[in-house]
């Protein structure tokens, strides 16, 4: 074993008599689950291009003015629904999608329900729709934001050629959040690195689609400052400028791993080595770029076939899907637990 490592004690069990009890009910689950958190992020601090604040005000300004633009203005004419703000946050992984989400919800006043997809989906065909009734109605209640995450999943291309059940799950599923959206009059926000596989439904039913890129070299130079601390001692040739300029293709969250990784380089060095060193921002740079084109990447070999799909309303589905859908939508209004604020 290398010098300075040390073994993990892992011989304490966690206590048995506290074992945490197992939760039944499914609606007891989606309480524990879709509990509005306060946002612990503001505009302030979210370091994007103007463009992208600019498309961001205005979504909000959609908000703030409402009176004004649907009374005063009459945008009620066109839109008499109109109180639902849906709005689409798309690009590479850590550009700071979820970071503005809760941002909104902090500039909003408002408390935020975070729902990703894996908390929604439920092995159990018909559970899912339930889970997104239950998510919708906990946001009304609360007043809170409701933010999917990983919205791709959820928001996808309705299947034509279904043949097996849980593809009628997954169906089911889509059509619901499509009945939900229109009834909710609040604020959802979606974020996604796949927008591709967006159903056009869904397209069309948000306000806006706002893409998140990746920093340009002035935009990194703001996240190196934001995301370094000046407690980490570094050689005096680190600078937020230099960092900038050896980071090209980072993303935020990216950078946020280069510092962890960087640091943890250098915190086991004693003496005038006990800080930071360029080299030390170079190996975790290399390592972090090394990780983004080999893991998580499908190569075209590997890829799976694609399937083919087309967009499908609820009218179009086959009498049967179709008498299951309406079944399963009433059977949603009769049995959606009352939730507690
Ligand atoms: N634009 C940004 N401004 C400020 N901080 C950022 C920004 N982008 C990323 N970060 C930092 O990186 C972390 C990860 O970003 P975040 O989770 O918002 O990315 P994301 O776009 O939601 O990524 P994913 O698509 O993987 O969910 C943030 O918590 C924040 O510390
Ligand atoms: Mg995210």
């Given at each position: 074993m ?10 304490k ?11 039944e009910?499914p609606e007891?689950q ?7 958190k ?10 994007v291009s103007?463009?992208i ?7 909000l300004?959609?908000i ?5 633009l649907?009374?005063t ?6 839109d ?7 709005i689409?946050?798309f690009?590479p992984p850590g550009?700071?999608?979820?970071f503005c989400a809760?941002?909104?919800a902090?500039?909003?006043?408002k ?6 997809y894996?908390?929604?989906e ?7 729709p339930?889970n997104?009734?239950?998510?919708f109605?906990?946001a009304?209640?609360?007043d ?6 990983e ?9 034509t ?6 593809d ?10 499509l009945?939900?959206?229109?009834d909710?009059?609040g ?8 927008p ?7 397209v069309?039913?948000?306000l806006a ?10 935009c990194?130079?703001?996240?190196w400052?934001?995301l ?7 050689s005096q040739?680190v600078?937020a400028?230099?960092?900038?300029t050896q980071?090209e ?12 990784l960087?640091?943890s ?7 005038d080595?006990w800080?930071?060193?360029?080299s030390?921002?170079?190996?975790a740079?290399?390592?972090?770029r090394?990780?983004?084109?080999k893991?998580?990447v499908v ?6 076939p ?6 499908l309303?609820?009218?179009e ?7 299951r859908y309406?079944a399963s ?7 959606t ?5």
């Open positions: 290398p010098v300075n490592w040390k073994k993990i004690d892992d011989s069990k966690p206590s048995q008599e506290k074992a945490i009890p197992k939760l009910a007891m989606q309480l524990e689950t879709f509990l509005p306060q946002p612990q992020r503001c505009l302030a601090d979210l370091i103007e463009s604040l600019d498309q961001i005000q205005t979504t300004n959609r703030l003015h409402h009176d004004t649907y009374n203005w009459n945008l009620k004419k066109i008499p629904q109109g109180r639902r703000t849906a689409n946050f690009g550009t700071g999608k979820t809760e941002a909104i902090h500039h909003l006043g408390s935020i329900i975070t729902v990703n894996s908390e929604i439920s092995k159990y065909v018909g559970e899912t339930k997104i009734t239950a998510a109605k906990k009304q209640e609360a809170a934001v409701l933010f999917f995450d919205a791709d999943s959820i928001l996808g291309k309705r299947l050629n279904v043949t097996q059940s849980a009628h799950g997954v169906n089911i599923s889509r059509s619901v959040m009945l939900q959206l229109d909710f009059d604020v959802v926000i979606f974020a996604s690195n796949l591709e596989n967006y159903d056009g439904a869904f069309r039913r948000i689609h706002i893409e998140f890129e990746l920093p340009d070299e002035a990194r130079f703001r996240l400052d934001y370094l601390p000046d407690q980490v001692p570094r040739d600078s400028k230099w960092l900038a980071s293709g980072l993303s935020g969250g990216d950078i946020l791993n280069v510092v962890k960087a640091a380089q250098a915190v086991v060095r004693s003496g080595q800080q930071v060193f360029q030390d921002f170079q190996a740079i290399n390592q972090v090394r990780g983004k084109e893991v998580g190569s075209a070999q590997n890829a799976p694609m399937i083919r799909e087309t967009i309303s609820p009218d589905l086959s009498p049967e899907l179709r008498d309406e939508v009433l059977q949603l209004s009769a049995n637990p009352e939730l507690d604020a």
